[in-house]
């Protein structure tokens, strides 16, 4: 039990446009996600908390209108990364909150060119 | 805010040799201490977690040691194989404090040679 998704898993996308990942969980409902970008070679960065039903908090530094984040139901959250930019490459991973544990999603690679 | 420092950031061993990773934590009310190993291209998992009322915990080859007074701990891995070669992430948190929300070490870049 306790398994996360991420969709797509790979994406590339055109400087200028927006994309959106997606995060599942599968097998039990999670009020509280959380957002994570991972440079190459480099550790997690929280970027956001997300709360079903209610504002995402986020991180110093992090720009909410630049990543939007959703939490409708209490199995799904999503990233939106608007007006995409080659330093926006990253990966990025979500985790889900269950119990006392955060449960991660395998990531999403994505690639502004 | 805590601030999570982990050493070695590589660390090259032989098949069969132990691995030990240590990590420090700077704030004290910090009672959740979880380790991750990641694969290339791959989310985290987790491998093993203690918590601030255990000094050490072990499951099979893994083990965790915690001192709080001193505000570290280290994953130890015993007869290490080829997969668990990996980058490993030490994380604190609060439980129940904004859902776990954890803060990383640097990570370290594990290579088991054959």
């Known amino acids: 039990g306790a398994v996360v998704s991420q969709h797509p898993s790979w994406v590339i996308c055109k400087s200028g446009t927006s994309v959106k990942i997606e995060c599942r969980s599968l097998?039990?409902?999670?009020?509280?996600m959380f957002w994570y970008r991972q440079f190459p070679k480099q550790s997690l960065m929280l970027m956001a908390t997300?709360?079903?039903?209610?504002?995402?908090?986020?991180e110093q530094g992090v720009e909410k209108d630049k990543f939007l984040i959703n939490h409708a139901s209490l199995t799904l959250s999503t990233l939106t990364v608007t007006s995409a930019h080659p330093e926006d490459s990253s990966f990025y991973i979500c985790?889900?909150?269950?119990?006392?544990?955060?449960?991660f999603g395998p990531g999403t690679r994505l690639t502004v060119t | 805010g805590e601030n999570v420092e982990q050493h070695p950031s590589t660390l090259s061993v032989q098949e069969g040799d132990s691995a030990v990773i240590k990590c420090t934590y700077s704030?004290?009310?910090?009672?959740?201490f979880p380790w991750y190993k990641q694969e290339l291209g791959k989310g985290p998992q987790l491998i093993i977690d203690?918590?601030?009322?255990?000094g050490e915990k072990k499951d099979q080859r893994i083990a965790v040691t915690l001192n709080k007074t001193a505000k570290h701990f280290s994953l130890h891995i015993t007869e290490t194989q080829p997969e668990d070669s990996a980058v490993y992430f030490c994380?604190?948190?609060?439980?129940?404090?904004?859902?776990?929300?954890?803060?990383f070490g640097g990570g370290t870049r594990v290579l088991v040679k054959p």
């Open positions: 203690i918590r601030s009322n255990v």
């Open positions: 997300s709360n079903e039903g209610s504002k995402a908090t986020y």
């Open positions: 985790s889900a909150y269950r119990g006392g544990e955060q449960y």
């Open positions: 097998d039990f409902q999670a009020t509280t």
């Open positions: 704030d004290s009310a910090s009672n959740y």
């Open positions: 994380a604190a948190s609060i439980i129940g404090a904004a859902g776990n929300k954890l803060t």
